[in-house]
Nanobody, 123 residues
Framework: VQLQASGGGLVQAGGFLRLSCAAS????????MGWSRQAQGNEREFVAAISRSGYNTRYAESVKGRFTISRDNAKNTVYLQMNSLKPEDTAVYYC?????????????????WGQGTLVTVSS
């Protein structure tokens, strides 16, 4: 599967952005989907994940209550709605697909990665 992330940009603290990740190739609905991020100088970290059906989601504690992951299997797209953004959310955000059976929160369990999209939150 090929993944193409978009929607990053510059936003003020307290603002919002919605990231999108379009998939092509194998049937989109066969994958667990997730978002991770990597801030400059830091390791990549898990942000959110969603089950194949979209009914089950998981979030990192740092974004819980502010970010929402969703998917539209008819459009082969996964989204990350980011509200109440903070400067510490500044990072390159990556979408990923996993063939694991259950929703996964470990980056090592993802099999396919898209290119990143940069999110910059100014204070």
């Amino acid at each position: 599967v090929q993944l193409q992330a978009s929607g990053g940009g510059l936003v003020q603290a307290g603002g919002f952005l919605r990231l999108s990740c379009a998939a092509s190739g194998r049937p989109f609905g066969s994958y667990i989907m997730g978002w991770s991020r990597q801030a400059q100088g830091n390791e990549r970290e898990f942000v959110a994940a969603i089950s194949r059906s979209g009914y089950n989601t998981r979030y990192a504690e740092s974004v819980k209550g502010r970010f929402t992951i969703s998917r539209d299997n008819a459009k082969n797209t996964v989204y990350l709605q980011m509200n109440s953004l903070k400067p510490e959310d500044t990072a390159v955000y990556y979408c990923a697909a996993s063939e694991e059976r259950y929703v996964v929160v470990d980056d090592n369990e993802y099999d396919y990665w898209g290119q990143g999209t940069l999110v910059t939150v100014s204070s």
